[in-house]
């Protein structure tokens, strides 16, 4: 990976940073059109989908007395951004493990693009065009970040030892792999960064780093573990474009996420999971409007606009998936007060009236 890189930045703060690689904050997101017709059949868990690139079938993961993951079926779209919800513990992160080769499980196989992958080991995962990024980003911090992308880059003749040692023989394909690099540092509002210890960025940047590091790959599905995590709200209209560029790419997108409206605002279709298992499936809308998913994973009241129920913004101004006539109609003292109830009586100690 020898090439002549640009001098080293002036280090910046995080915030001055990310706050100069950003759009207009005030400029309004972009809607982007949804993918729709992706299952055959009502949606329910386990639903058929008219072009899957990936099919679990009885994949099943447990650790000691515990069963992390306990999928009978389930079946990914292709050309769509499908986000993968669910409580803490429900399994989500285990599956990402198990269906990119970085775990085995007890029984169950899988298959991507038509390719089982039932027992292959993660570089070969990743070989295949199946590429994922980390909720703890795995940045060499010791690497610039350019050297970072270029390790992204597969079938380097330079990682031979023979040929290594005839710099003619893979100078012209590293030139090559360099350029593609720096197109996508700059595409990712990272191109200044790029002599620069990855361990200097801040975290929002990291993320963005190891994102782009995975396109290197040029890949089929890319699966992102909770993108958003730690990631300065500045950055993050940047993180959703960037995410919504790789469908308009021709890429298929798997996201882990807890930000319910990241996942109304991309996803065409959502996954829920719940102690191991998974149990609904459908469109961001109709899945966060079914009862028991918004009681028993995402909290009450989701279709409202808090905005409007606090009198911070005007019907007019409301989020466009929430009910903005219901919430100009609710008290903002008596949902609160609500709330303090239903969380009282949750932890409240077992009484014979709770019992009842």
Do not use: C
Request: aromatic share 4%; hydrophobic share 45%; no cysteine.
């Amino acid at each position: 990976m020898s090439s002549e890189i640009p001098a080293p930045t002036e280090p910046t703060t995080d915030a001055a940073a990310e706050a100069a690689d950003q759009h207009d904050p005030t400029a309004a997101p972009v809607e982007r059109p949804k993918t729709t017709g992706l299952h055959v059949g009502d949606a329910k868990p386990g639903v058929a989908k008219v072009d899957p690139i990936i099919v679990a079938d009885g994949v099943r993961r447990t650790f000691g007395g515990l069963t992390a993951v306990d999928v009978e079926h389930l079946e990914i779209p292709r050309g769509a951004i499908t986000a993968l919800i669910g409580p803490n513990g429900a399994g989500k992160t285990t599956l990402f493990n198990l269906l990119t080769g970085f775990d085995k499980p007890n029984e169950g196989t899988w298959t991507f693009d038509g390719k089982s992958l039932s027992g292959v080991p993660a570089f070969k995962v990743a070989r295949l065009g199946q590429v994922r990024t980390f909720q703890l980003t795995k940045a060499l911090g010791l690497l610039t970040v350019l050297e970072n992308m270029k390790l992204g880059a597969t079938g380097q003749r330079g990682e031979r030892f023979w040929s290594s040692l005839i710099p003619a023989l893979w100078r012209k394909q590293d030139a090559k792999i360099e350029a593609r690099a720096m197109g996508l540092l700059a595409k990712f509002k990272l191109d200044a960064k790029a002599p620069d210890f990855a361990a200097s960025l801040s975290g929002g940047q990291r993320k963005l780093l190891e994102m782009a590091r995975a396109l290197m790959s040029e890949p089929k599905l890319v699966m992102l573990d909770e993108p958003m995590a730690g990631v300065n709200p500045a950055l993050t209209q940047s993180l959703l474009d960037h995410i919504l560029d790789l469908k308009d790419e021709g890429m298929t997108v798997l996201f882990v996420e807890h930000d319910m409206h990241m996942v109304r605002h991309i996803a065409d279709w959502v996954i829920v999971m719940a102690e191991g298992k998974v149990v609904a499936e459908g469109d961001p809308y109709s899945v966060m409007r079914d009862p028991a998913v918004i009681d028993a994973y995402l909290g009450a009241h989701q279709e409202l606009d808090l905005g409007v129920v606090t009198g911070r913004v005007t019907a007019e101004e409301a989020d466009p998936t929430t009910d903005a006539a219901a919430s100009t109609s609710v008290d903002a003292d008596e949902l609160a007060s609500a709330g303090t109830a239903e969380a009282e009586a949750e932890f409240a100690p077992d009484t014979e009236e709770k019992k009842k």
